[in-house]
């Protein structure tokens, strides 16, 4: 079964500084991997994703990822955050199952704190 | 494009009581899905629906919830015997067959809190 493990609980970074924050997925074949943002008491929006070709992916809000087989990673980057940047990221893996649902399954998430 | 609305999105009820929450989908989209996301949990699958069609169910779905989409339009998510393990964000998702693959687009949840 596949799984998502993003190992920082929360991550503290000064306002334009640079971001890194930590996937790792588990799945016997090849990943569609998935990066969403939670604003507090919002919805997901989805800030990029991985399905082939080129392993680094551009996303909205200046945000990237690099898509690492070898290392079964995910890691999403920015060069300079901004204190809008706070809130809550969920890295994900999508299958598909034999009734055609293109199930997402979430890591646990990585609290994003910015200060000034 | 109004994006996916979700009524309400506060609930608190007693233990034992029956709740019902509402997901209206992206008017053009066919596929709408429900999640479960509690307190620093990842969201959680429950069941997904194309069209009317329910076509796929988690196991955390216990016999206690039901979820309708009647005419493959909005759907409903109800939970009878409301227990306190059922306080969490239900979150409701769309997306269509012909867009995107897995491009799901997320409503702002129903907080449901269980006293």
């Known amino acids: 079964a596949q799984s998502v493990t993003q190992p920082d609980i929360h991550i503290t970074v000064s306002e334009g500084a640079s971001l890194e924050l930590r996937c790792n997925y588990s799945y016997g074949a090849t990943p569609y991997l998935f990066w969403y943002v939670q604003s507090p008491g919002q919805g997901l929006q989805l800030l990029l994703k991985y399905f082939s070709g080129d392993t680094l992916v551009q996303g909205i809000k200046g945000f990237e990822a690099e898509f690492k087989r070898s290392q079964s990673s995910f890691n999403l980057r920015k060069p300079s955050v901004h204190w809008s940047d706070a809130a809550e990221y969920f890295c994900?893996?999508?299958?598909?199952?034999?009734?055609?649902?293109?199930?997402?399954?979430f890591g646990t998430g990585t609290r994003l704190t910015i200060i000034p | 494009d109004t994006g996916v609305s979700q009524d309400p999105r506060h609930k608190i009820t007693k233990r034992g009581q029956n709740v019902t929450f509402r997901c209206d989908p992206i008017s053009e989209h066919n596929r709408l899905y429900w999640y479960r996301q509690t307190l620093g949990q990842g969201p959680e699958f429950l069941t997904y629906?194309?069209?009317?069609?329910?076509?796929?169910k988690s196991r955390l779905l216990s016999d206690r919830f039901s979820a309708e989409r009647p005419k493959g339009s909005f759907s409903t998510l109800e939970i009878q015997r409301t227990e306190q393990g059922d306080s969490a964000m239900y979150l409701c998702?769309?997306?269509?067959?012909?867009?995107?693959?897995?491009?799901?687009?997320f409503g702002p949840g129903t907080r449901l809190t269980v006293t």
């Open positions: 998702a769309s997306s269509s067959h012909s867009g995107h693959l897995y491009e799901q687009y």
């Open positions: 629906f194309q069209n009317e069609a329910q076509l796929e």
């Open positions: 994900a893996v999508g299958t598909i199952s034999n009734f055609g649902n293109e199930k997402l399954t």
